[in-house]
């Protein structure tokens, strides 16, 4: 069974300060897939990044960058100089290779509210 | 905008009746997904339509069913609603089947109240 955990549940920092989001995932596959989803007060998730397995490199977007360490099964996401607009729920999530017919299933971990103040 | 639609936007029933959520994929994508944001259970997967058949199902209750019709769009079905039947219910789509690395995208979500 796969499972997401994000220990954190609400993290709370004031406007440019860096700020890191923990994931730990468990699964039996060697090859899976991890995402992040955004989910601003408005309701909707958002799609920001998904890494295979196989990718241990880590990947930086503007002030995103995300360090995915398969030894400690981990793919942390930290936001730089972070804004307001960086307030939200961030989701971690996990799909595991299909080998059936068991399809695209995401499981999510609890999620991270994030408030970023002025 | 994820280009995934989903109505209405916000329902209101009472306990026992029956109401129905509809969803219309990114054009394109023939998988649709359906999932259970609540506060005490986060976010579940429920059921998982590729170009109209049933492909995968997760904590889906038995009075809970859903479909995709040959548009590709679905529609979840809940009957017997209960309180805690309330949450956020959410569509995505994805253009394939069986793949793993197509990420999901989500649309705006049904929340649901049920008094």
């Known amino acids: 069974a796969q499972k997401v955990t994000q220990a954190q549940t609400e993290i709370s920092v004031v406007e440019k300060e860096d700020v890191t989001l923990d994931c730990v995932y468990e699964?039996?596959?060697?090859?899976?897939?991890l995402f992040w989803y955004k989910q601003p007060p408005s309701g909707e998730l958002v799609f920001l990044i998904r890494?295979?397995?196989?990718?241990?490199q880590n990947e930086i977007s503007g002030r995103y960058s995300w360090n995915f360490q398969k030894s400690t099964s981990s793919f942390n996401f930290t936001i730089t100089a972070s804004q307001v607009v960086d307030s939200a729920v961030y989701f971690c999530?996990?799909?595991?290779?299909?080998?059936?017919?068991?399809?695209?299933?995401?499981?999510f971990g609890g999620g991270t509210r994030l408030m970023v103040k002025p | 905008d994820s280009g995934v639609t989903q109505t209405p936007k916000h329902l209101i029933t009472a306990t026992g009746q029956r109401v129905t959520l509809r969803c219309s994929p990114r054009?394109?994508?023939?998988?649709v997904y359906w999932y259970q944001q609540s506060l005490d259970q986060g976010l579940q997967f429920l059921i998982q339509?590729?170009?109209?058949?049933?492909?995968a199902k997760g904590n889906i209750l038995e009075r809970f069913s859903a479909q995709q019709f040959p548009d590709l769009h679905s529609e979840l079905n809940l009957s017997s609603l209960e309180l805690g039947d309330s949450a956020l219910y959410f569509c995505?789509?994805?253009?394939?089947?069986?793949?793993?690395?197509?990420?999901?995208?989500f649309g705006n979500g049904t929340r649901l109240t049920v008094t």
């Open positions: 339509y590729y170009n109209g058949e049933e492909r």
């Open positions: 699964t039996r596959d060697t090859t899976y897939y």
């Open positions: 890494r295979n397995s196989f990718d241990e």
């Open positions: 054009s394109g994508d023939l998988s």
């Open positions: 995505a789509s994805s253009p394939r089947g069986s793949q793993s690395n197509s990420p999901l995208h």
């Open positions: 999530a996990l799909s595991e290779a299909v080998y059936n017919n068991a399809g695209n299933m995401l499981t």
